[in-house]
């Protein structure tokens, strides 16, 4: 743990928000990490008490930043880091968006990828029968 400050994609990183540090540096360029309503840049020094929103997939979490820290912790130790402001109905938003993906899936077969060539003949067949060709 630093005492001053580190880089914003180190720390992104580090408290496992992204899963490589190129991957966070990456969202602060698209303008997906925000302080204080401005877009940070990946070499933006990181204070304690800043608040952070990530653009993360449909939801926006909010983090307050207890801590600093250069090295990757595990994921047990992250509430000594960073302290989770997201309302919860941002996270209901989130399981609804999983849910309705989950029964969006356009053809789950036997092995739960692509269709067969036997499935594909039967889905043939039954769009055969059902147009009045």
Not at 35 to 46: T, W
Not at 64 to 77: D, F, M, N, P
Not at 99 to 115: L, M, T
Request: aromatic content about 6%; hydrophobic content about 35%; glycine content about 4%.
């Amino acid at each position: 743990m630093s005492d001053g400050s580190v880089r914003a994609d180190k720390w992104l990183w580090s408290v496992r928000l992204f899963k490589t540090r190129s991957a966070a540096a990456q969202a602060c360029r698209l303008n997906q990490v925000m302080i204080e309503d401005q877009a940070v840049k990946p070499s933006r020094a990181v204070r304690v008490d800043d608040i952070f929103v990530v653009k993360h997939g449909p939801i926006d979490r909010t983090l307050r930043v207890k801590a600093t820290l250069e090295k990757r912790v595990g994921a047990k130790r992250l509430e000594e880091f960073v302290e989770e402001l997201t309302p919860p109905e941002a996270w209901e938003a989130l399981r609804e968006v999983r849910a309705q993906n989950q029964q969006n899936r356009v053809y789950k077969g036997e092995d739960g990828g692509r269709p067969t060539k036997r499935d594909r003949r039967q889905m043939d067949a039954f769009e055969s029968q059902e147009s009045p060709s």
